[in-house]
């Protein structure tokens, strides 16, 4: 079954820091980029951060330039979004999406999504 998965969401103070997985099944991220996007409620869903296939090549959106890290460990099968120095702002439900592809792509370009993680951040 060809899936992603998310985990790592949760509670967290204003300030705090997360770790966000996606892992992969049924397919190997070596030939995938990989995309983080998140929704708050009653916004639409937007792009975070990408990854290229071969790690090369990253994209952060402004508003989390300098906070958050993408990576991508293909031994692992696994991607991940380190976030730091959390805001409010930041409380939405985060998901991970892969296209196969060298470079990312825009939303909604991926061909598989995780059901998403939510993150909550407290002032």
């Known amino acids: ?50 990854i290229g296939s071969s790690d090369t090549s990253t994209y952060y959106a402004d508003s989390v330039k300098g906070r958050f890290t993408i990576s991508k460990d293909n031994a692992k099968n696994t991607a991940y979004l380190q976030m730091n120095s959390l805001k409010p702002e930041d409380t939405a439900v985060y998901y991970c999406a892969a296209v196969r592809s060298s470079g990312c792509s825009p939303y909604p370009y991926y061909d598989y999504w995780g059901k998403g993680t939510l993150v909550t951040v407290s002032s």
Do not use: H, M, N, T
């Open 1 to 50: 079954q060809l899936q992603l998965v998310e985990s790592g969401g949760g509670l967290v103070q204003f300030g705090g820091s997360l770790r966000l997985s996606c892992a992969a099944s049924g397919f190997s991220l070596d030939y995938y980029a990989i995309g983080w996007f998140r929704q708050a409620p009653g916004k639409e869903r937007e792009g975070v951060s990408c």
